[in-house]
């Protein structure tokens, strides 16, 4: 089944740690995005992809890593230098210039800092 | 900067009873709009897309509409049943996303 998957669904981290959140899917989507969400926050956006090898700054990109080196993965690290990490994130793709270019989410990962 | 508006925050309604959630934006210049479902501890559910190009869009017991000019789209839930308690988002191009509104149906 096509779909989009992310891994862990739960994660620990120590303070000072860097962390990799997995986001894979095969669709055959060329867009992906990584959003954070809190409590009475809604969704913001941390990085979004739109072709391989690109990626672009959300509203909120700061102490956050991404690459895409595939069109099905693209990875997101928390580093050390954000300051608040604790929080759900939200792995999503779509395929612009399709009509209809509708969002797929994943299920998600929730990282808690130690 | 686009803005997105979901009031109210949270709703709480009889079974059987229509209601409205409401969204607006500040930039009319949007892509589409999409409605999502999420569930607690969950990731979100694609409800409906408009595009802008489109008025409304209808799913089963689910009507959106979008009215570009004015920067609002609501959702129509008829016949609300508990199984719909969950938190209500939509979102425009390129995703700004309102705060949600957290809708719980009793029975």
């Known amino acids: 089944d096509g779909g989009i998957t992310q891994s862990p669904k739960y994660l620990f981290r120590k303070e000072g740690q860097n962390v990799t959140l997995s986001c894979e899917q095969n669709?055959?989507?060329?867009?992906m995005y990584w959003y954070r969400q809190d409590p009475g926050q809604g969704l913001r956006l941390i990085y979004y992809?739109?072709?391989?090898?690109?990626?672009q700054k959300g509203d909120i990109a700061e102490g956050y890593s991404v690459s895409r080196e595939k069109k099905e993965s693209f990875p997101l690290t928390v580093t050390s230098a954000q300051k608040n990490p604790t929080a759900f994130y939200l792995c999503?793709?779509?395929?612009?210039?399709?009509?209809?270019?509708?969002?797929?989410f994943g299920p998600g990962t929730r990282l808690t800092v130690l | 900067k686009q803005e997105v508006t979901q009031i109210p925050a949270a709703l709480s309604v009889p079974e059987g009873e229509n209601l409205v959630l409401n969204c607006s934006f500040t930039?009319?210049?949007?892509?589409?709009l999409q409605w999502f479902r999420q569930d607690p501890g969950k990731g979100l559910t694609s409800l409906l897309l408009?595009?802008?190009?489109?008025r409304e869009q209808t799913s089963g017991r689910l009507n959106a509409s979008l009215d570009k000019s004015s920067g609002r789209s609501t959702l129509y839930i008829a016949a609300s049943q508990p199984g719909d308690s969950a938190t209500y988002l939509c979102a425009v191009i390129a995703l700004i996303f309102g705060k949600g509104t957290t809708l719980s149906v009793s029975s």
């Open positions: 999503a793709c779509s395929n612009p210039g399709t009509r209809p270019d509708t969002q797929y």
């Open positions: 930039d009319s210049a949007i892509y589409n």
């Open positions: 992809s739109q072709i391989v090898n690109d990626f």
């Open positions: 669709l055959n989507h060329d867009a």
């Open positions: 408009i595009q802008s190009s489109q």
